[in-house]
């Protein structure tokens, strides 16, 4: 028989407040509430900290506090990460992130979902399904990133999104449901560089 850890890894549906889950949740605000209450001057006892909490890290990252997580082994973050103040990650689920991604101020990552029905709910069952973040990726202030979506290598999320469906790479995409406003092409790196070079 599957442990509700088991399940919760494998998109069942599953009860968080078994002991195993609860244990390894408290676990994860102790060294989250370490890491927050931590002097701006920190940054190296910071960064000890994340490597004790996140599954996977790469050689340069930065979060902004205040963080939050549920576990934290389950987020794997890599290089040249970082993320502005209030970023939320409930990592019930894998909670992939590619290279030199931007997350700006109070971003919500949620792996984490509960039953239409109410009854269901009232019997506490949960489940959870993966998010990946792919390379590149800068992601705006206030934006939501619903279980089960896929953001493609280099594309931007615009401030204040929902995202509830996969976004392809290359793009630039926003709005509540977030949606492809357009592509993002060469032409917006040499306007870019033109309009700022003296």
Same mark, same amino acid.
């Given at each position: 028989m599957k442990t509700e850890k088991e399940k919760m890894l494998t998109g069942e549906p599953y009860k968080a407040n078994a002991?195993?889950?609860l244990a390894e949740r408290q676990k994860a605000k102790e060294l989250i509430f370490s890491f927050n209450n931590l002097?701006?001057?920190?940054?190296?006892?910071?960064?000890?900290?994340?490597q004790q909490l996140l599954g996977k890290t790469g050689d340069s990252y930065y979060f902004e506090p205040p963080f939050r997580c549920d576990y934290g082994y389950n987020i794997e973050i890599g290089e040249?990460?970082?993320s502005n103040y209030n970023l *939320? $990650?409930?990592?019930?689920? +894998?909670?992939?992130i590619?290279?030199?991604?931007?997350?700006?101020?109070n971003v919500g990552i949620f792996t984490?979902?509960?039953p239409?029905?109410?009854e269901n709910r009232i019997q506490e069952w949960e489940h959870a399904y993966p998010v990946k973040v792919g390379n590149h990726v800068w992601i705006g202030g206030q934006v939501v990133i619903n279980p089960r979506v896929t953001i493609g290598d280099n594309s931007v999320i615009g401030s204040g999104s929902v995202v509830t469906r996969d976004i392809p790479p290359n793009v630039f995409?926003?709005?509540?449901?977030?949606?492809?406003?357009? *592509? $993002?092409?060469?032409?917006? +790196?040499?306007?870019?560089l033109s309009t700022r070079s003296g």
């Amino acid at each position: 028989m599957k442990t509700e850890k088991e399940k919760m890894l494998t998109g069942e549906p599953y009860k968080a407040n078994a002991p195993e889950l609860l244990a390894e949740r408290q676990k994860a605000k102790e060294l989250i509430f370490s890491f927050n209450n931590l002097p701006p001057s920190e940054v190296d006892k910071r960064k000890e900290i994340l490597q004790q909490l996140l599954g996977k890290t790469g050689d340069s990252y930065y979060f902004e506090p205040p963080f939050r997580c549920d576990y934290g082994y389950n987020i794997e973050i890599g290089e040249n990460f970082y993320s502005n103040y209030n970023l *939320t $990650i409930l990592d019930c689920a +894998k909670v992939i992130i590619g290279n030199h991604v931007l997350i700006g101020p109070n971003v919500g990552i949620f792996t984490a979902g509960h039953p239409m029905h109410y009854e269901n709910r009232i019997q506490e069952w949960e489940h959870a399904y993966p998010v990946k973040v792919g390379n590149h990726v800068w992601i705006g202030g206030q934006v939501v990133i619903n279980p089960r979506v896929t953001i493609g290598d280099n594309s931007v999320i615009g401030s204040g999104s929902v995202v509830t469906r996969d976004i392809p790479p290359n793009v630039f995409a926003a709005g509540n449901p977030c949606k492809v406003i357009r *592509t $993002i092409t060469q032409e917006d +790196k040499n306007s870019y560089l033109s309009t700022r070079s003296g």
